[in-house]
């Protein structure tokens, strides 16, 4: 099956799949919507999220809008990933893997529906932004509408080589945007600090709308130098068509719904945030630059596309966790050459990163768990790791009363613990307090390098001696904690009957 051409394609997929509500009620962007949604996360089980396409958005000025709202749409469940995908469940994985290792470069096209509509600079002072109905994310606390799920297009100024990142954008007028990077390492961060040391502006181009594998890339943190519009190729299995921007040096995706052109400048910066978090907390105010948009173009009738962030779990920490996971799993099976892994697990509720579990092959040599553990970690560097586990191949590694379980049988904490350094993140408010990251501007302050932070490895592996006992071969681990009288009977009673219960018959 060819993938989708456009987000309106995929959008129809997800109504015949029963997956997206259609709301024609009217609702204020600035107070309701965003909350509405959240409470699905709260509520429901995750395969019965859906999809939100809101129809009729009004403003806390009473003011209506033309143009519909798309809010977890690409990541509300495992489900709706797969759909964005365009494989089965079980697929993802593969599919992911693939991409990484055979990324599909973009292929670039004379025009494309994305530039159906232009706005140029001086329009754009006026209306600008303004023609779009863009969500307050946590009314009451976020001090502005953000876009969420804006993916940044620049290019290193050194090689020419593309970064595409999805970063948040603070609506500061109709034609200014503050951005969040969260450290110098952020790859758009390198490219403008390159800029700011050659002394001119760092060109740039946000998408929105385009279709589910150019979002599934941006959000991922891929090594620098990797172009993730060739990740999104990957995932779609053929190039994303892409054409020339209107007013930069820069390409984006041809059916996308809408693009804004524009300048980070380098010689100054604002104060951006606050903005309700991922980890719960409200980030605090600190320093970014502040994007100055030239042009704007769209598709006639376009969709804007919100992410449902803040506190887990949410649709972003569910595409967040895909793509996190399945980098994870890359560098220990292939870059690692690691064939007892089977699979990586991410727990939402650990910010898509914190915690993180690799399910093993039983009888894996101790020292290929350490060497797995440690390809995990990456060296620390672009990923939240904190506490990584290797667990035996019977433990569903979701399921965190399993992973307890399996920690607290197995390890012997003198042997089966290491720590590794890494690179301090301002999120982490563990390393870092908010009060000394609010004094700072996060793209050129070297936080981590004046903070220390650590990975906790855990073997979790059962020991077995040199002949092999206590191997799961011969000792049948529980596999669910339940309290199932006959599901007992059936692990135990084998075993007792076979010893002939001697203490018993003699008493
Ligand atoms: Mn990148």
Known sequence: ??????????????????????????????????????????????????????????????????????????????????LGMRCAHHEITQRWSEAQLHPISPRLVAS??????????????????????????????????????????????????????????????????????????????????KCRKMGRPLETALVIGAVPAVSYAAVAKVPYGFDELSLAGGIAGEPIEVVRCKTVDLEVPATAEIVIEGILPTDFMEPEGPFGEAHGYMAVRSWGPCFAARC?????????????????????????????????????RYDAGIEELKEVALIEMANSGRWCVLRMAHGTPREQVWRALEAATGEGKGLSLKIVIAV?????????????????????????????????????????????????????????????????????MRHQDSRGIHSAHQWNA?????????????????????????????A
């Not at 909350?35 to 089980?45: D, S």
């Open 296 to 332: 704007i173009t769209h598709r006639k009738n376009p969709t804007w596309v919100s992410f449902l962030s803040q506190f887990t779990p949410s649709e972003s920490s569910k595409i967040k966790q895909v793509a996190r996971e399945n980098i994870v799993y890359k560098r220990v």
């Open 1 to 82: 099956m060819p993938y989708y051409h456009d987000l309106r394609e995929y959008i129809a997929t997800l109504e015949s799949q029963g997956k997206l509500r259609r709301i024609q009620a009217e609702i204020n962007k600035d107070t309701e919507l965003h909350p509405l949604v959240r409470w699905q996360f709260r509520g429901l089980e995750e395969a019965e999220r859906k999809a939100f396409l809101f129809e009729k958005v009004v403003d806390g000025r009473g003011r209506r809008y033309s143009i519909p709202v798309l809010v977890a749409g690409l990541a509300a469940s495992k489900d709706i990933y797969a």
């Open 112 to 193: 494309g529906p994305v530039q159906e509509e232009i706005h140029g600079e001086d329009e754009i002072k006026s209306a600008g932004l303004d023609e779009f109905p863009i969500p307050i994310s946590t009314p009451g606390y976020d001090n502005a509408p953000y876009l969420t799920a804006a993916h940044w297009i620049t290019k290193d100024p050194e090689t020419g080589v593309r970064n595409m990142g999805n970063y948040r954008g603070q609506v500061k007028a109709t034609n200014r945007l503050g951005i969040y990077c969260v450290s110098p390492d952020t790859h758009l961060a390198i490219h403008w600090n």
């Open 392 to 460: 035996d191949e019977d433990i569903d590694p979701y399921n965190t009363e399993l992973v307890v379980w399996a920690m607290s049988a197995a390890i012997r904490p003198h042997e089966d613990l290491r720590v590794v350094k890494k690179l301090a993140n301002v999120h982490d408010y563990s390393s870092v307090a908010p009060g000394e990251r609010a004094a700072v501007a996060p793209m050129i302050s070297p936080v981590a390098k004046t903070h220390e932070a650590s990975i906790l490895l855990i073997n979790g």
């Open 478 to 506: 529980p596999r669910s904690l339940s309290p199932d009288i006959a599901a007992a009977e059936e692990i135990y009673g084998a075993g007792q009957r076979d010893l002939g219960r001697p203490g018993l018959a003699s």
